[in-house]
């Protein structure tokens, strides 16, 4: 008896509308191109220049690791807020008002330090929150609100700091912080025990004279530097692995269609507000701590340095495109310029031209790779 055979299911046709894109290609299109091909030419270059001085020392990667924490805090709120098509300009004054809440609240009117530390993260939120929702209820561009609050926010930290203390800096926040525990969150450093047993080995340099004598130069890692990290890794798993990820690339692509398909564009976009403001009050907080008081002018054209950390980081202007480690790696460009230009004694008015230049170059390179590969005009 013969076999019968059974015919083998036909093949799905392919959808005409989806093209397969080959890893090489997928690669290419990544937002963050520009900024690792940037990190790599700076490191090479200050490599080449500034080696034997001390910037590849472990005293000198926290030196300038630092000040990269300082712009990846900033950056990785400004980051988002982009990719949703909208802006922040009031991120400088932010910091400027959150340090000097700080500092009053806990130095001058005797509120513990951690009450103050609160009270500033909820006034910056509720700050944010209001920018949000001016831009989506009025219309108007997030530009000209947010270029308003930047005004407003300054003016009212001077106000508030002369009419209080007659002066625009107060000082003795350390004093009154010793002990607290939210304090040492922002202020503190963690992992000491690993650099004095690097020390005791010899791969650490130690003070050879004064009170510090023997102990190792690098006392740990700052908080803000673990407050960096930490931004960066819940930005990226929000924006990439997450729906609500998916609704800020929706929102800053084309708002209106994401409404028809159910995006709460306006809920998007308000929590953006808030978690940059979050992220100004963050900064905010290491730096008072860091320095023991707080100014009124803190945080000037912070907010111009978080957004060319993030154009460099290859997210457009318009929205809907970016990466959160591209912007955490502009962020890494701008503190290796700004401290190997120390490092290698050239003059230190030179770090916004080499910045230009930079930014100008990161940005061609994304623009020119993406319209190669997409076949964009």
């Known amino acids: 008896m013969a076999e019968t055979q059974t015919a083998a299911p036909p093949e799905p046709e392919k959808d005409e509308r989806v093209r397969e894109m080959s890893r090489m290609r997928k690669a290419l299109i990544r937002p963050e191109l520009g900024a690792i091909c940037g ?8 490599l080449g220049i500034a080696s034997d001085s001390g910037m590849f020392a472990a005293e000198g990667i926290i030196n300038w690791g630092t000040v990269s924490a300082q712009f990846a805090i900033i950056a990785v709120g400004a980051c988002l807020l982009m990719i949703a098509g909208e802006f922040d300009l009031s991120v400088g004054s932010m910091i400027g008002f959150s340090g000097i809440i700080i500092a009053l609240m806990s130095v001058q009117w ?13 006034l910056s939120l509720c700050i944010g929150a209001l920018n949000g929702y001016l831009v989506i209820k009025t219309g108007l561009p997030s530009f000209i609100v947010t270029l308003a609050f930047l005004y407003i ?11 209080t203390t007659r002066k625009t800096i107060i000082g003795g926040v350390k004093d009154v912080a010793e002990g607290d525990p939210i304090a040492w969150l922002f202020g503190g450093k963690v992992f000491s025990g690993v650099f004095v047993w690097l020390a005791d080995l010899g791969l650490v340099g130690t003070f050879v004279a004064g009170p510090k004598a023997g102990l190792p130069v690098v ?18 798993i929000l924006l990439t692995r997450t729906r609500f990820g998916n609704w800020i690339f929706a929102s800053g692509g084309d708002a209106q269609a994401a409404r028809y398909v159910g995006v709460p564009v306006s809920r998007v976009k308000i929590s953006m507000f808030m978690f940059t403001a979050f992220c100004a009050t963050v900064f905010a907080t290491c730096q008072v ?9 803190r945080g000037l054209l912070k907010e111009f340095e978080a957004i060319i950390s993030v154009v460099i980081g290859g997210a457009l202007l318009t929205g809907g ?32 031209v080499f910045l230009g230049v930079i930014l100008l170059l990161a940005v061609i390179l994304n623009t020119y790779i993406r319209r190669m590969i997409t076949g964009e005009r």
């Open 39 to 46: 990190t790599i030419l700076v490191f090479m270059f200050f």
């Open 110 to 122: 005797g509120f513990p330090v951690w009450f103050a530390i609160l009270v500033a993260f909820a």
């Open 153 to 163: 926010l300054r003016g009212l930290t001077i106000f508030i700091a002369i009419a």
């Open 219 to 236: 006392e740990g890692i700052p908080m803000l530097m673990i407050w960096a990290i930490a931004l960066i890794i819940f930005g990226h």
């Open 289 to 297: 701590m860091e320095f023991g008081s707080a100014a009124a002018d």
């Open 321 to 352: 495109y970016g990466s959160v480690i591209g912007a955490a790696l502009g962020a890494l460009i701008f503190g290796v310029v700004q401290q190997g230009l120390f490092f290698a004694g050239v003059e230190s008015s030179l770090f916004r």
